[in-house]
């Protein structure tokens, strides 16, 4: 039962996040916004997709239970949650799930991004290794954590360079350190 909960809170969470990132999508469009990467962005959306179908199919027909060590998985996913927020609301108008730019404005600095340049991906990559084994569902978190390093490895890539392209990006982060550090400039 506690699992159809999990499950049900991920959808309605998934399909909310949809609907804001389509919403800020039109938004930065009539600010002159424009979408790159856009070759990759169904590969995020399979990936996605298959991670839930995978979860869902390894609990149900294995008979999967919570993990005995719920007390400490469960925390370790609430954090994400509070970090994917604090994220969402730190962009504001400006998250979405594709890579949405507007050319020459400043970058937002701020909440997580003071910190990190990319705290969603790393809400995303911590659920989709947690979550399953919360539930002991370990096929789905090991394949899925590499599917996920393998998107990732092409969509910060394609999102950094349209940054730095069109935006104050460089001048904002570059030569900031921070926990996920990057190549320094001068």
């Given amino acids: ?19 804001i990132a389509r919403r800020n999508e039109a938004h930065m469009k009539r600010m002159g916004g424009e979408e790159h990467g856009s070759r990759h962005y169904p590969l995020i959306v399979a990936v996605h997709l298959l991670f839930l179908l995978s979860f869902t199919l390894e609990v149900i027909l294995f008979n999967k239970e919570i993990s005995p060590l719920w007390i400490i998985i469960l925390p370790i996913i609430l954090i994400t949650q509070i970090v994917r927020y604090w994220a969402v609301f730190s962009l504001g108008p400006f998250w979405n799930t594709k890579i949405m730019i507007v050319p020459d404005l400043e970058v937002v600095a701020k909440g997580p991004y003071r910190f990190m340049r990319h705290p969603n991906y790393l809400v995303v990559a911590v659920e989709i290794l947690f979550l399953p084994i919360l539930f002991q569902a370990y096929f789905t978190a090991i394949l899925f954590t590499i599917l996920n390093a393998a998107i ?31 190549k320094e400039e001068s």
Wanted: hydrophobic share 55%.
């Fill in 152 to 182: 990732l490895s092409i969509r910060i890539p394609a999102e950094e360079k349209a940054l730095m392209e069109h935006t104050d990006y460089k001048k904002a982060f570059l030569a900031k350190k921070r926990f996920i550090p990057g």
């Fill in 1 to 19: 039962m506690i699992f159809y909960l999990f499950l049900f809170i991920i959808i309605v969470q998934r399909v909310s996040e949809l609907l």
